[in-house]
């Protein structure tokens, strides 16, 4: 009880000491992995570029292959570290959020990298391989793709964190539900505004065409779909609550 007083006395000074030390011990595990990655570098940068064997790829600048193995191993740290980084995020936000209930902070760290690794992965071996696919059919023959490495993998990159980031939506609705923030009744009413604002921010993370737009557009309304059935369901146990006690 002494703890969660403290907590709740922290100044705004001590908040953000807190979010300091998690932001560089989130800094230093995707480091760690980082480093780790750059052993395997090569074979992930294979691995990426394979929606390109037909055109291949290429570097302009002496050090482009050498920064191109960093910034993939960057990338696959940030996404191994997705579990710690999580954890500390909902670790800094949850108890002032939730209050007593810290106790969901792994539930909901479980969740979170599930949703995330189903967003990634949806992204890396479906969206990706089609967006490059319908991209690259608008070259002619007098129009040959040349397209850099390190463009590219900052576009795969960029891409994966992007789908997985917004498969997040469940989680965060469960979240503001439990909070009370929202319920399902608004969810719902405010389905015809979600479905322009899904495809608004499907145009601002995907590239420039509608192939890409479109696949994240519906899984994006399907998870909204989802969260309205989560923020139902909360709400309902948390109206149930007072009665079995």
Not at 9 to 14: K, R
Not at 53 to 64: C, I, L, N, R, S
Not at 221 to 233: A, G, H, M, Q
Request: aromatic share 12%; net charge positive.
């Amino acid at each position: 009880m002494a703890g969660q007083t403290q907590k709740k006395e922290m100044s705004f000074l001590d908040h953000l000491e807190e979010l300091r030390q998690r932001i560089i011990r989130s800094l230093v595990v995707v480091i760690i992995l980082a480093g780790g990655a750059y052993y395997f570098s090569a074979d992930l940068v294979n691995l990426v570029s394979e929606p390109l064997t037909d055109v291949g790829v290429h570097f302009k600048a002496p050090a482009e292959a050498f920064t191109t193995h960093i910034k993939v191993s960057i990338f696959a740290g940030a996404i191994a570290g997705v579990p710690y980084l999580l954890y500390q995020i909902w670790m800094f936000i949850g108890p002032g959020l939730l209050k007593r209930e810290v106790k969901i902070v792994i539930p909901i760290v479980i969740s979170s990298t599930i949703f995330f690794a189903i967003g990634g992965g949806f992204c890396f071996f479906y969206v990706v391989p089609l967006a490059v696919k319908f991209l690259l059919g608008f070259a002619t023959d007098n129009m040959k793709p040349m397209i850099m490495i390190g463009d590219y993998i900052s576009f795969v990159g960029s891409m994966v964190l992007a789908f997985g980031i917004v498969f997040e939506l469940p989680v965060a609705s469960y979240i503001l539900g439990r909070m009370g923030v929202i319920d399902y009744k608004m969810l719902n009413k405010g389905r015809r505004y979600s479905i322009v604002g899904i495809l608004i921010l499907s145009a601002l993370l995907t590239p420039p065409d509608v192939i890409s737009q479109l696949l994240l557009a519906g899984p994006l309304y399907l998870l909204y779909e989802i969260s309205i059935f989560v923020v139902w369901l909360t709400g309902k146990k948390r109206d149930e609550k007072p009665a079995s006690e």
